[in-house]
């Protein structure tokens, strides 16, 4: 076995074999920001038109195997109400076909007004994910099947919550986007000699808030912060920094706590369509080997902004 998939099977025992139990988490986002119905429900209808968001991310380029997803968002408000909802749809893939996993979801919020100008939204998820598991691609990297049956299509439900408050320059917002914690698999009662392991699916919460800051007439400043706590994985910090000039470029950075930095960029194209890029560098020692390229993501955003409803100041939350 080469050194490359020599790593890549300790990585893929590390998330599925390697212990007595392994939880999932929720798929990692470094442009959160642009994506927030994926942490939080109750952002759901929140813009005040009809958005679209597709996010694609690659994790550690150059690594076989490594970890993939997409993400399609769409969210709106209901005309004359105060009423929101979305759907969201997230595909997650490790190992080229070893796991794949696809969540299913449908949000409703509603929003009361607290202030002039603040806002206080409530969100419920409901929805549930597909599980494939293909012990067998194993042999791609050069590993030795484990004795355990493969996983096809398990469906498991799930439910989620959310608060998000917002003004015209500051958010902050809790959530727990999967409330039931999942066994997807459990093989701990088979034969003693082979590797034993338990998946499940454990609950993430979320804590959000950012500020935005009014330099100058072109200029724009927003610090941002995402925490996320689950059992039996390290807290995770991602603090960001994002400037908008002209109500049409972003840029700035990011650094996720004892993990990884991360440069971003985005680019109003029209009304309607924005872009957004990220890349990720780990500061581990992952970060280090030659074959890790870092993590890359994209994303394109499309709200339905008729000329005649033109916004004065484009969100930047």
């Known amino acids: 076995m080469n050194v490359k998939n020599n790593f890549l099977f300790l990585l893929g025992s590390i998330f599925l074999v390697c212990g007595p139990m392994i939880a999932q988490q929720d798929a990692q986002y470094t442009q959160y920001m642009f994506n927030t119905m994926s942490v939080n429900p109750a952002y759901a209808g929140s ?6 968001a597709a996010l694609y991310r690659s994790q550690w380029v150059g690594l076989p195997g490594a970890p993939k997803t997409q993400t399609l968002n769409i969210q709106s408000p209901i005309r004359n109400s105060k009423l929101g909802y979305g759907v969201s749809i997230v595909n997650d893939e490790i190992g080229n076909g070893v796991v794949q996993e696809t969540y299913f979801d449908a949000v409703v919020s509603y929003t ?6 603040g806002k206080l939204s409530f969100g419920l998820k409901a929805g549930g994910n597909l599980l494939n598991l293909d012990f067998t691609e194993l042999r791609n990297f050069d590993a030795e099947p484990l004795n355990s049956d493969n996983i096809e299509n398990r469906f498991s439900p799930n439910f989620g919550v959310g608060a998000y408050y917002h003004s015209n320059q500051f958010y902050a917002g ?10 997807h698999f459990d093989n701990s009662k088979q ?4 590797v034993q392991f338990l998946s499940k699916e454990r ?3 979320y804590f959000i808030t950012g500020y935005v800051f009014d330099l ?3 200029l724009k400043f927003k610090p941002a912060l995402l925490t996320k706590v689950v059992g039996g994985a390290p807290l995770q910090v991602d603090m960001s ?17 004892d993990a990884a930095v991360s440069a971003m960029a985005g680019f109003q194209i029209s009304d309607q369509f924005m872009i957004g890029l990220a890349y990720d560098r780990e500061t ?3 970060g280090g080997t030659q074959f890790n390229d870092g993590s890359f993501e994209v994303l394109l955003r499309y709200e339905l902004v008729k000329s005649f409803q033109r916004l004065v100041s484009p969100r930047f939350f």
């Open 112 to 117: 009361v007004d607290v202030s002039a100008e």
């Open 216 to 218: 100058n007439g072109n």
């Open 203 to 205: 609950i993430n919460f």
């Open 47 to 52: 813009r005040g038109q009809l958005s679209i």
């Open 191 to 194: 034969d003693s000699n082979d």
């Open 241 to 257: 920094a994002n400037f908008m000039f002209n109500d049409k470029f972003t840029f700035g950075a990011a650094y996720r706590w």
């Open 174 to 183: 809790l959530s727990a986007p999967n409330l039931l914690q999942t066994e």
């Open 284 to 286: 581990t020692d992952l």
